[in-house]
């Protein structure tokens, strides 16, 4: 009778954990997915304008900080957007095909320049929080032709 006892609060406890472990990767995997889905809508903007997205709160877009105790970071990438929190790393597509990872504040650029500037810089980086990503859309001359461009890249400006 001790034994069956034993098992069946030892499969009770176990399904509680995965119900938790479960429930944490999905809160995580949704931080990935809204962050994809931000960036798509904002990169479809026909004017200039500014937006943070910030771990904790203060920005446009707010992550949280932390998931069950444990820090958040979001890498940008070409194509994805990588969430990570403790021993959870989810990714999730975007479909935002020129993302540009630097901040420039100039008007006119030659599309040499702007490629060559974009190999160096592939990705966000690990962002966590105090930090913030910063999406851009900024009208530039490229080669002569005005045209907006959408940027994304970390900062620790308030």
Request: negative net charge.
């Amino acid at each position: 009778m001790a034994v069956a006892v034993l098992v069946i609060t030892g499969s009770v406890l176990g399904y509680f954990a995965y119900q938790r472990s479960a429930s944490y990767e999905h809160e995580v995997s949704e931080v990935a997915r809204s962050t994809a889905r931000y960036v798509e809508a904002f990169s479809t903007l026909s004017g200039a304008v500014r937006v943070a997205i910030t771990l904790g709160p203060g920005g446009n877009l707010e992550l949280p900080s932390s998931i069950n105790g444990k820090p958040v970071s979001v890498n940008i990438t070409g194509s994805m957007v990588i969430v990570s929190c403790g021993k959870y790393v989810v990714s999730e597509a975007h479909t935002v095909p020129y993302l540009h990872f630097w901040s420039t504040e100039n008007r006119s650029m030659n599309t040499t320049a702007i490629s060559q500037t974009d190999i160096e810089h592939r990705w966000t980086g690990d962002v966590a929080s105090p930090e913030k990503i910063v999406l851009e859309r900024r009208a530039i001359f490229a080669s002569g032709t005005e045209q907006l461009f959408t940027f994304c890249y970390p900062s620790t400006e308030v």
